[in-house]
């Protein structure tokens, strides 16, 4: 066969495998939104965020809060981060929420054939025992950290600075949605979202499960139920105002 033949079909052959692994990606996000959406953690119609802003959407993943819900909130964390190709020896998850999502997410892995430890922090120190406010896993190597989502970035700030105290690296921050949406006051909007501003302060990837645009998509594609098709206009509107790419 002709080099030039050759090289054409293994040109041919990666984008074929590139187009399925974007599939497979794709089709895990929307699993995820269908999934939020049904255990009742991904709501619609008029709701006040912490910035102040009236959202037409609201994600609140303390819902998550029964065995079944749970596991399988995991599973998405442990295949979207294997999925990422991200390079981690370690997880770690900020108290509150990240200690739960840590500690079932790295079930979630070992039952994949990934085993690794965790760790996770006490907001008060402990003054007797072992002391100190890290409990799990000592801290080292490439650590991920695991949170639900990115407000102000403030917990992944001192999750940073705790991990390189102790002598590792954070490598990337996981977390199930990424509003997209720029921060600050609406007559001071940011020209990045939180997630984006955290990627580059700390120069590390923010991997979601999802985001807002799956949810456009997951509302809006064919066979999108109706009874959520009807808060397009309102998401399309928000993320108009706030909205980043």
């Known amino acids: 066969m002709p080099l030039c033949c050759a090289n054409t079909r293994k040109k041919r052959q990666n984008l074929s495998l590139h187009n399925g692994i974007e599939d497979i990606l794709n089709n895990l996000r929307q699993q995820f939104i269908e999934f939020a959406v049904s255990a ?21 993943a303390g819902l998550f809060s029964d065995g079944a819900n749970l596991g399988k909130l995991a599973d998405f964390y442990a295949q979207t981060l294997l999925d990422s190709g991200v390079e981690f020896d ?5 108290a509150y929420k990240g200690i739960t999502l840590a500690s079932a997410t ?22 007797h025992g072992e002391g100190g406010t890290i409990v799990g896993a000592r801290l080292q190597g490439r650590v991920v950290i695991i949170d639900d989502v ?33 921060s600050g006051k609406d007559d001071a909007l940011s020209a990045h979202s939180a997630v984006q501003d955290v990627s580059l302060q700390y120069n590390m990837p ?13 509302i809006s ?19 108009q105002r706030y909205g980043v790419d």
């Open 40 to 60: 009742g953690v991904l709501k619609f119609g008029e709701f006040v965020t912490k910035a102040g802003r009236t959202s037409p959407y609201f994600f609140n």
């Open 206 to 218: 923010v991997v979601s499960i999802g985001n807002l645009a799956d949810l456009m998509e997951f």
């Open 106 to 127: 790295a079930v979630a892995l070992a039952r994949k054939g990934r085993n690794v430890p965790f760790a996770f922090n006490r907001k008060e120190a402990k003054d």
């Open 221 to 239: 594609g064919a066979g999108a139920n109706p009874q959520l098709a009807q808060y397009q206009a309102a998401i399309a509107a928000y993320r």
């Open 90 to 94: 370690m997880l770690f998850g900020p």
């Open 150 to 182: 990115i407000s102000a970035g403030t917990s992944v700030r001192e999750s940073v600075e705790m991990i390189r105290a102790a002598g590792a690296t954070p490598c990337a921050v996981l977390i199930a949605l990424d509003r997209m949406e720029r």
